[in-house]
Each structure stands twice: as C-alpha cells, then as structure tokens.
C-alpha cells in the first residue's frame, strides 16, 4: 500500500501564491508518476497536473498553464505544486494522485492508483 499525505492548502487572496506539497511513503519502491487533481463543490474532479518520475516530464491543465508548477525529489517520494497568480475560480480540494505503472493517460482520474485526502484551497477576491 501508499500512502500520501498533503500539506500547503489554505486561504489566500486572488493574485497570492501558495505552495501545495504530496508525500507518498508505504510501498513507493513502483512510481511510474505523481499528480494533482481538483474538485470544487457541485463539480467533478478535474485533472490539474502531472509530472512523470522519470524523467520529470509535465503535463498541465489549460487552466493552469503558466500559472501553477510541478516539481518533484525523488529522494523524498515528494512531489510540489506552486500555485502563483491565483484566482477565485482555483479555489477547490486538491488531491495528490499516485500511478504506480503506465494506465494509459494522466487526465483521468480512474487510471491513477492512489489518493491523498485532500487539502482546501481557498482563493477570495
């Protein structure tokens, strides 16, 4: 099993950054890739990004390109998502994902393995 644990959500204003952190511990000898999805009330989850373990590909929701920034340390089974320029329209439960071996896309919640429980992001105007 895997377990990930999210850290970094909370209240900010629109045009405030934050800095969302995922760190998976358990069995994470198998990480074919790490991800953030979110879901904001009445809405389903949506795909956010992406970042492959190795090599370190990304993948980016439209809604987010330029915006937000996935990293990760492969040391730390840890993955980052810098959030900058936030708007009101961000705001959402983010969750970190987990995909043990290739599932055949990245966009779809269904083919990721594990979830973390989530963490509140909150963007007023």
């Known amino acids: 099993q895997v377990q990930l644990v999210e850290s970094g959500g909370g209240l900010v204003q629109a045009g405030d950054s934050l800095r969302l952190s995922c760190k998976a511990s358990?069995?994470?000898?198998?990480?074919?890739?790490m991800g953030w999805f979110r879901q904001a009330p009445g809405k389903e989850r949506e795909f956010v990004t992406a970042i492959s373990w190795n090599p370190g590909n990304t993948y980016y929701a439209d809604s987010v390109k330029g915006r937000f920034t996935i990293s990760r340390d492969n040391a730390k089974n840890t993955v980052y998502l810098q959030m900058n320029s936030l708007r009101p329209e961000d705001t959402a439960a983010y969750y970190c994902a987990l995909m043990r071996y290739w599932s055949g896309t990245y966009y779809d919640s269904r083919w990721w393995h594990y979830w973390g429980q989530g963490t509140q992001v909150t963007v007023s105007t």
């Open positions: 358990g069995r994470t000898f198998s990480i074919y890739a």
